[in-house]
């Protein structure tokens, strides 16, 4: 699976910004797909994850009520409607997905085999 993330781009504080993953591969609806973030300076840390089927979708605390993470599995494609956005929001903004990680590990970078190459995301105050 290739993954290509895009949406990325410069917004005020307040505003809002659609990520978009698009993944090749047959396989794509068989996958759990996550976004995760690196802002500089910083370690990545995960952002949300949905299941196969879109019917189960998982946030960090930190994005809770303001990102929906969504798929099309007709388009091979994954979103991140991102609502509210903050400064401290900036980052570069990559998905990734496997079909093999746990529900335990969702949150976890390494459980995913495959990633895109980022986005970046920037938020002025």
């Known amino acids: 699976v290739q993954l290509q993330a895009s949406g990325g781009g410069l917004v005020q504080a307040g505003g809002s910004l659609r990520l978009s993953c698009a993944a090749s591969g047959r396989t794509f609806s068989s996958y759990i797909m996550g976004w995760f973030r690196q802002a500089p300076g910083k370690e990545r840390e995960f952002v949300a994850a949905?299941?196969?089927?879109?019917?189960?979708?998982y946030y960090a605390d930190s994005v809770k009520g303001r990102f929906t993470i969504s798929r099309d599995n007709a388009k091979n494609t994954v979103y991140l409607q991102m609502n509210s956005l903050k400064p401290e929001d900036t980052a570069v903004y990559y998905c990734a997905g496997s079909n093999t990680v746990i529900l335990s590990r969702l949150r976890e970078g390494n459980a995913y085999a495959y990633w895109g190459q980022g986005t970046k995301v920037t938020v002025s105050s």
């Open positions: 949905i299941s196969w089927s879109g019917g189960s979708t």
